[in-house]
């Protein structure tokens, strides 16, 4: 069994990358990736620890990208080695973008009467500041009964606080992953729409823009769902992809490798598949750079 779809402490989960290692060997994992928002500083601490245990630890990403004006998701895998410096580049401005997205939320949280402040965000996050974490804050100081009612009413698309990120395009951010070496994978299907036709067109038209790969296993799936997706992956000849999407505590339902009902199992032939899919397309690639916590 493997997952393919984690995040530490290092973006918007609660465990450590090393206590996250521990959990998967503990759970009879036999690979891991970790896919952090925005930063591989997750993944580049847990390598010492996963090389130490049976378990293999795959490189990986999550971006918020923008497509038709909406905001998908798009996980980055770099199967054959550490991804470029130049995208490590890339990716540092990304984080730019989401810190001046923090500040203006909290500025807009201040407007409508909370007394919270950056710092204390920011010692609640220990590393990359998210929405997650001002949740965290805001349930903390009794402004709110629970994370959900933060995003419902303040921190969500529709909450009266709001503040949009400066996201790439989801064509860009696709070409960013594949020359880079990566392998890019539309994440969680289900969450662009609840309509299973739709679904189908949206794949085809990203499969166009450089789509390799699709999530058809995750906590949200229901076995419909799951089904029409891996069709969808087999009759466009694209990658399958899965995973629990673990956050820890932030996602208590979520159990890492099993998902939110214990019913997702992801065999390891998933990820054979994929790196085949991933020398099928011969991605090019740039000189490596070495891993660095950013």
Not at 75 to 91: D, K, M, Q, S, V
Not at 159 to 165: D, N, P, T
Request: net charge negative.
């Amino acid at each position: 069994m493997i997952d393919l779809h984690a995040h530490t402490s290092e973006s918007d989960g609660s465990l450590s990358p090393v206590d996250l290692i521990k959990l998967a060997v503990e759970s009879g994992l036999e690979a891991l990736a970790i896919t952090d928002h925005d930063t591989f500083a997750g993944y580049d601490q847990a390598v010492p620890a996963a090389r130490e245990s049976s378990l293999e630890l795959v490189c990986g990403i999550e971006l918020s990208t923008k497509h038709q004006l909406q905001t998908v998701h798009l996980l980055g895998y770099f199967l054959h080695g550490a991804p470029t410096l130049e995208f490590r580049n890339w990716i540092l401005k990304l984080q730019e973008s989401r810190k001046e997205r923090n500040h203006e939320l909290l500025h807009k949280l201040q407007s409508c009467g909370f007394d919270l402040n950056i710092a204390e965000a920011t010692s609640i996050a220990r590393s990359q500041l998210g929405r997650p974490h001002i949740a965290e804050l805001m349930l903390a100081k009794g402004y709110v009964s629970s994370l959900q009612h933060a995003f419902d009413d303040y921190l969500g698309e529709n909450g009266k606080c709001y503040v949009a990120r400066q996201e790439p395009l989801l064509t860009n951010a696709v070409a960013k992953i594949i020359a880079a070496g990566g392998i890019p994978s539309l994440a969680h299907p289900g969450r662009i729409s609840s309509d299973l036709e739709l679904i189908e067109y949206i794949v085809h038209q990203m499969q166009q823009t450089g789509l390799c790969a699709l999530e058809v296993y995750h906590s949200e799936h229901g076995r419909e769902q799951i089904a029409v997706y891996e069709s969808l992956a087999r009759e466009l000849r694209i990658g399958i992809t899965g995973g629990s999407d673990f956050h820890g505590s932030s996602k208590p339902g979520v159990k890492l490798g099993t998902g939110n009902k214990g019913d997702l199992s992801i065999p390891i032939s998933v990820l054979y598949q994929l790196r085949a899919v991933h020398r099928k397309y011969a991605f090019p690639r740039q000189e490596q750079s070495p891993p660095q916590q950013i």
